[in-house]
């Protein structure tokens, strides 16, 4: 069934509901007004457990990414042993072509404070930092504003949750982060939040059982958690009503979806949607169209770390399967940015491969040195300086780096691999036309 009304922008007025003309930021007064920080008191009658239990149920996915079931994460915690715990709500939001947090943040920042308050219920976790990307300068205040006047009204502090209602008592912070996509990486993030540079942890021990500061630590992305009061006051089988089934036989897509539409449309922005929509649709019915009624040529599904759906996958339906169906890694963060017929895939994929060779933190030589080769041969090919030697060495490269090939400590490595991969397979004639054939040399013998 499909989502009938807004869930996450019940409040942030976007099409077909609303006229984005139409937003403002809604004060606690005007979210409590329209039935804020009920769910909250509906998850503090319920036992933590059960709030786990439900989530679970939902099978709601992780929307920072890598789309890990949110209950399932939420039950490595090991029990509380009367030492901290942490909750770290990611708004690191830098993946290139990613904005779907920030409407959030910007509109309705009171929606993710709740669902701070009821997960930190639920997984006991007395302590919560909001970690947001260093140039959301203006989200940094409106969020910082949001957790005082949630302090101001009792919901977090001393007292206990929510006035006193719960014993459970929860401080929330928010963090500034200095500006690298790394910090993303939820280990990464954890290092930041210390205080120190951003580097990615070596996985395990995972944050569940050693996270901030060595304690048990849930890391999960703004949307995820702005589901959480939703899912908690509707129940699951609602939740369950939205989405899609898998249609490969892998676990379910439910729920509604932030997606941000960027590239060459004619009407970007943030929609909320059914996850399983086809791109096409999301393109021709909310997105506005192609700009200037050119061709698709391909897409960005899901931020540039996914990789690239082509030409022939324009109907490609925008679920957790995308990566098994459509040969990408992931979903990503359903941001598609669209590309028309005049786009020059070798520019594309030098300009990306820039990205990640400036974002590597250098700690692995794969990443750190991979993708400063790849970006050299890049210019080549796009200078047409380079042969098809250089094509294939290019493919070799990227596959060398990753957690896949098990040579990295984090995906920012299998980023630069299925952009590059998926680039040239799915565009090839636009780098065969740039190189030339591989001369070699013939030794004559007498
Ligand atoms: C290089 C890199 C950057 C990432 N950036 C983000 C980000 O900006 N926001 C986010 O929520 N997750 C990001 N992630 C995924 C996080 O590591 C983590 O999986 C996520 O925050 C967990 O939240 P979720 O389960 O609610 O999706 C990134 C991962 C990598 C490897
Ligand atoms: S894969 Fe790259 S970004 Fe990740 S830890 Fe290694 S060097 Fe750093």
Redesign the pocket.
């Known amino acids: 069934m499909p989502i009938t009304e807004p869930v996450l922008t019940r409040r942030i007025p976007t099409p077909p509901w609303g006229d984005p003309k139409d937003r403002h930021l809604v004060s606690y007064e005007e979210y409590v007004k329209t039935g804020g920080y009920q769910m909250l008191e509906k998850a503090l009658d319920m036992e933590p457990a059960r709030i786990v239990d439900t989530v679970k149920d939902s099978q709601l996915r992780g929307r920072g990414g890598a789309g890990f079931p949110c209950g399932l994460k939420w039950t490595f915690l090991p029990p509380p042993d009367g030492g901290r715990r942490y909750l770290t709500v990611n708004c690191d939001e830098a993946e290139p072509c990613t904005f779907k947090d920030r409407l959030l943040v910007d509109f309705d920042p009171h929606l993710i404070l709740e669902g701070v308050a009821i997960t930190c219920y639920a997984c006991q976790l007395d302590t919560a930092y909001f970690f947001i990307r260093g140039e959301y300068r203006e989200q940094a205040k409106t969020m910082n504003a949001a957790i005082q006047e949630a302090y101001d009204n009792g919901i977090f502090g001393p007292q206990g949750l929510m006035k006193g209602k719960s014993d459970f008592k929860v401080d929330c912070f928010l963090h500034r982060g200095a500006g690298a996509y790394?910090c993303g990486?939820e280990t990464g993030l954890l290092e930041a939040v210390e205080g120190k540079r951003g580097?990615?942890r070596v996985k395990p021990p995972f944050p569940a059982v050693e996270g901030l500061f060595r304690r048990p630590t849930i890391v999960n992305n703004v949307e995820t958690i702005a589901c959480v009061g939703p899912i908690v006051a509707n129940g699951a089988d609602w939740f369950k009503n939205m989405g899609c089934e898998s249609s490969v036989g892998g676990p379910p897509s439910y729920g509604p979806k932030l997606m941000g539409v960027s590239g060459h449309v004619n009407n970007p922005g943030v929609f909320e949607l059914d996850l399983g929509i086809p791109l096409s649709r999301l393109v021709n019915e909310h997105a506005g169209g192609m700009r200037s009624g050119k061709a698709f040529k391909g897409s960005i599904a899901g931020g540039v770390s996914m990789g690239v759906l082509g030409p022939d996958q324009f109907d490609a339906e925008l679920d957790f399967d995308i990566g098994t169906k459509y040969d990408m890694l992931g979903l990503g963060t359903a941001c598609p940015t669209i590309l028309d017929e005049d786009t020059d895939m070798v520019a594309v994929a030098r300009n990306i491969v820039r990205f990640f060779k400036n974002e590597?933190?250098?700690?692995?030589t794969p990443?750190?040195e991979g993708s400063q080769w790849a970006y050299k041969l890049l210019c080549r090919i796009e200078k047409g300086e380079a042969t098809t030697r250089h094509l294939d060495l290019l493919l070799e490269v990227g596959s060398s780096m990753g957690i896949m090939p098990g040579t990295?400590?984090?995906g920012?490595?299998d980023g630069t691999n299925w952009a590059i991969k998926t680039i040239v397979n799915k565009f090839r004639a636009d780098f065969e036309v740039r190189v030339k054939p591989h001369f070699v040399p013939v030794t004559v013998t007498s």
């Open positions: 790394v990486e580097w990615p590597s933190c250098g700690q692995c990443c750190r990295t400590i984090c920012l490595a």
